[in-house]
């Protein structure tokens, strides 16, 4: 048995073995994230020059059984690892039946000795068979590591495994008013109208992308995006989803948009793919934000999905307090920080003083512009906080 591995590191490389990836990937590929159009769009949109894309690709006697998508960084003069997709997509090794250790053992020991990264931090699934591997390999090779849990992580969960009508029973009468009440609300507000694009649907990318950044300029994350003009991960979403493969499409994908009185104020995009739809991206127009048009337009789309039964189930990619409304069950994440025990050690100090503070910023954020948010900081203790006059 003959086991090679190789590192790609820009996108014309990744073009060599393309063909070879996109068969692997469809087969063992557990989400849209992890299939070749979205790879290699996430090189692209992630490398510069602090941060370098590197694919390692483990095959054994010419095949490839595994995978693991990575991008190298650097931070106060150490050289790191994780993985090239942002913790919501689910990044993950994807890897053949029976190569898991092997693939693993592999891409550790090429980025902690041949890349010399003193670091690898891994976000996973708390359930994935990877992450029990994972924590094998480092025991038994004396590999240092560390285990993070995080809320911000977490993602919600829906099964699609009975009708809309029951799954609203078992819901509860508390959530079936709630939802009357924002049917009500909508029908008060004006004329309305929900329009669903499916994949092109005769319009082009660019008007969908139009309409969809048209919405997220009026929604209370622009007060934010301190002067950004272009929200990166749409374009991805939208560009990777597009492609196809002789002409036959590789992830479905569902855009809900909601006008009110003609003009566009709320959407939803979902991807589909191996049962499971993926709340990708969603916003509304923050002047109504008292009609819950959020929550409408949301509710159109889960509504639909049910009804259609195209799915198994719905991720939303998130845990916030609007997807915990849907009655949603929590799927946990952990991060791992592995690496030399040195750096490990200084790293894991470092990286907890970081997370605390991101955590804080991002929660502040959150509970500053969304209300819906589970408590509030008033302006002293915000003040106390960041220590201002």
Request: proline share 3%; aromatic share 10%; net charge positive.
């Amino acid at each position: 048995m003959k086991v090679s591995a190789r590192i790609i590191t820009n996108t014309e490389e990744l073009s060599e073995d393309e063909n070879d990836l996109d068969v692997f990937l469809k087969e063992y590929g557990e989400n849209p994230f992890m299939q070749l159009p979205f790879i290699r769009n996430a090189m692209d949109r992630n490398a510069s020059i602090t941060h370098i894309p590197a694919i390692v690709i483990v095959r054994v006697d010419g095949e490839i059984v595994g995978l693991a998508p990575l991008i190298l960084r650097r931070n106060l003069g150490i050289r790191y690892a994780r993985f090239l997709t942002e913790y919501w997509a689910s990044p993950n090794f994807v890897i053949k039946e029976n190569y898991e250790s092997m693939t693993m053992e592999t891409v550790l020991h090429l980025v902690l000795k041949r890349l010399n990264s003193k670091l690898i931090v891994l976000d996973l699934n708390s359930d994935s068979p990877n992450l029990r591997g994972l924590k094998r390999i480092c025991v038994s090779n004396n590999i240092p590591f560390f285990e993070q849990s995080h809320q911000f992580m977490d993602h919600g969960v829906i099964s699609v495994s009975c009708s809309w009508d029951d799954y609203k029973k078992l819901c509860g009468r508390h959530f079936r008013r709630k939802l009357r009440q924002i049917e009500n609300k909508m029908n008060k507000g004006g004329k309305w109208k929900l329009t669903v694009i499916e994949n092109n649907n005769e319009y082009s990318e660019e008007a969908i992308y139009d309409k969809i950044l048209a919405i997220e300029k009026l929604s209370w994350k622009e007060k934010i995006r301190q002067g950004q003009t272009v929200d990166d991960s749409i374009i991805w979403f939208l560009k990777s989803s597009s492609s196809t493969n002789n002409n036959t499409i590789i992830i479905k994908r569902k855009i809900w948009f909601l006008e009110l009185n003609n003009q566009p104020v709320a959407y939803a995009m979902i991807l589909q793919y191996k049962g499971t739809a993926y709340m990708a991206k969603t916003s509304f127009a923050e002047e109504y934000r008292e009609l819950s048009l959020g929550k409408f337009v949301m509710y159109a789309a889960i509504k639909d999905l049910f009804d259609k039964k195209e799915v198994q189930k719905i991720d939303f990619l998130t845990y916030l307090p609007i997807v915990e409304f849907w009655r949603a069950n929590c799927l946990k994440r952990v991060r791992i920080i592995l690496g030399s025990g040195i750096f490990v050690k200084q790293e894991y100090a470092k990286s907890i003083f970081r997370t605390a503070v991101a955590r804080l910023n991002h929660d502040n954020r959150r509970e500053y512009y969304m209300p819906t948010a589970r408590t509030q900081l008033n302006e002293d203790k915000r003040k106390s906080i960041f220590h201002l006059p």
